[in-house]
């Protein structure tokens, strides 16, 4: 991935193994138009590149909520 990445302002330089991995990174990291996950317990800036990811904070951080 030759893009920016918009966290870091620096370029990517991410490899992926097929086009499809490749088309999924780019959604995930680079889309800024895609509203990311958020856990509504933490700071509203805590967001998550996937809903697995958020699901996953949630089991470990506010089990049982």
């Not at 620096?10 to 800024?32: M, P, V, Y």
């Not at 509504?40 to 699901?55: A, G, I, Y």
């Amino acid at each position: 991935c030759e893009q920016i990445n918009p966290k870091t302002r620096q370029q990517c330089n991410k490899s992926c193994a097929d086009r499809s991995g490749q088309r999924r990174h780019e959604g995930i990291i680079h889309d800024l138009t895609r509203q990311k996950p958020c856990c509504v317990l933490c700071d509203p800036e805590r967001t998550f590149t996937t809903k697995s990811n958020l699901n996953q904070h949630m089991r470990t951080i506010h089990p049982g909520v």
